[in-house]
């Protein structure tokens, strides 16, 4: 499709370090073949990339100019994609469509190539305009909107969620198409106007969803442990596995001396995180997980995202990050929001996981873990109650921690960033 002469392949994202992460360890896989990866992303992505030796292009608003579209910090981002998806799709994303298509096609231009996640609306056009194969990133398997695994979502209430046959299969079927008719109807209005303007014709597919029909290859990047593909799936689609991609700056990880001691100095503490976005409205998450690792008698890792006050102790490590890879498998149990990145990790180091899901795929991820025999679940406002409970039942049974340490070695053999380069490579030859 591309000539042998244009290796610039254009990654394109924005949101948590949850979308970025995956499509970084990519690129870095792209560019050990020889090809010259370029990202287009907010500013706040930039330094890391930049560490990692690629290219960085502001194409996106930052977290604060965001934030002031709404009227408001990081917390209430936070809040307003937990109980305002759609209006925050309309506010932010389709407000903001005009200006990203025309920012991102300078970043585009003379690319063989664009990746980036599928909920990103302006990409399609762009690679339309230009004439540059797509390849959609998927993050998660609930952007498959598979009738045969279907997502769990308080926002796709009208699926019967998990793998399903028979009449619940078929009643899947059924509403597929019916979904996706209404997020056509959503959303599509405002990017076709935008799609005339710039002479192209009406989008075929659900803007912001969707899969366009168009992408030359639809990566999975997920364990087919967690979500195996599907017979409904993007014709092009494959499941390449994890991507693991942890550093806090971009550069090599190591634990500081204090957590290395603390480590070292008793029995292996449970780790309770939020992961990168969840962690701006954490609620009382943080101080009822200290309570709840002293009454099991468990020393506890907070990674809390920023300084939020909490006093030192002997029992307990307080830190804004340290890397999930480094840590989760000295662990006794991992407490974390379901975030795709975070359960990636938690599933290689092999260690029960107690789900505190708070928006969108989260629940889902939850619910595949729980499936898999690996997890429990609770909510934000169930945590504090029912929280010692669940994880004291995790980590004395033995069937969930034998089920945990069987699948560590398979996930931890799966290298999605390889396999997405490789494939990035033959569809793009």
Do not use: C
Request: net charge positive; no cysteine; glycine share 8%.
């Amino acid at each position: 499709m591309t000539g042998a002469s244009n290796r610039t392949i254009l990654f394109a994202t924005f949101g948590s370090l949850g979308d970025l992460h995956p499509l970084l360890h990519v690129a870095v896989e792209m560019k050990a073949r020889g090809f010259t990866p370029v990202f287009a992303v907010p500013p706040e992505f930039a330094p890391k990339i930049e560490r990692v030796g690629l290219e960085a292009r502001i194409v996106f608003p930052s977290n604060a100019e965001i934030g002031a579209m709404i009227g408001g910090d990081a917390a209430e981002i936070m809040r307003q994609m937990v109980t305002e998806m759609d209006q925050m799709i309309h506010k932010v994303l389709l407000t903001l469509l005009p200006d990203t298509v025309a920012r991102l096609t300078e970043a585009a231009r003379g690319a063989a190539a664009i990746v980036a996640p599928s909920f990103f609306a302006p990409v399609a056009i762009v690679a339309e305009r230009l004439r540059i194969p797509q390849v959609t990133a998927v993050l998660q398997p609930l952007m498959m909107f598979s009738a045969y695994d279907a997502p769990l979502s308080a926002d796709l209430w009208m699926f019967a969620p998990g793998r399903r046959r028979g009449l619940a299969l078929a009643w899947n079927k059924a509403i597929r198409p019916l979904v996706f008719a209404e997020m056509r109807r959503r959303y599509a209005p405002k990017v076709n106007r935008l799609r005339r303007d710039l002479g192209l014709p009406p989008t075929d597919h659900a803007p912001v969803f969707g899969i366009p029909k168009s992408a030359v290859l639809a990566l999975g990047l997920y364990s087919p442990h967690i979500a195996p593909p599907r017979p409904d799936m993007h014709p092009k689609t494959l499941i390449t596995g994890f991507t693991f991609f942890d550093s806090a700056s971009g550069d090599v990880e190591t634990l500081d001396a204090e957590a290395e001691a603390f480590l070292a100095a008793g029995g292996a503490p449970i780790v309770f995180t939020l992961g990168s976005f969840a962690v701006h409205a954490p609620g009382s998450f943080f101080t009822a997980s200290i309570a709840i690792a002293r009454k099991l008698k468990r020393r506890a890792i907070l990674l809390t995202g920023a300084d939020l006050g909490l006093p030192p102790s002997s029992d307990v490590l307080v830190r804004n990050y340290l890397p999930h890879s480094l840590i989760f498998p000295r662990a006794a149990g991992i407490v974390h929001h379901g975030g795709m990145g975070t359960t990636a990790q938690a599933l290689r180091a092999g260690k029960p996981q107690l789900a505190v899901p708070h928006f969108g795929d989260q629940f889902d991820n939850a619910s595949r873990l729980k499936r898999l025999g690996v997890a429990d679940i609770t909510s934000p406002k169930r945590y504090a109650a029912e929280g010692e409970t669940k994880l004291a039942r995790l980590l004395s049974d033995g069937v969930v921690q034998q089920k945990a340490a069987s699948l560590a070695p398979l996930i931890s053999a799966e290298n999605g960033a390889a396999t997405s380069a490789d494939a990035i490579a033959r569809a793009i030859a």
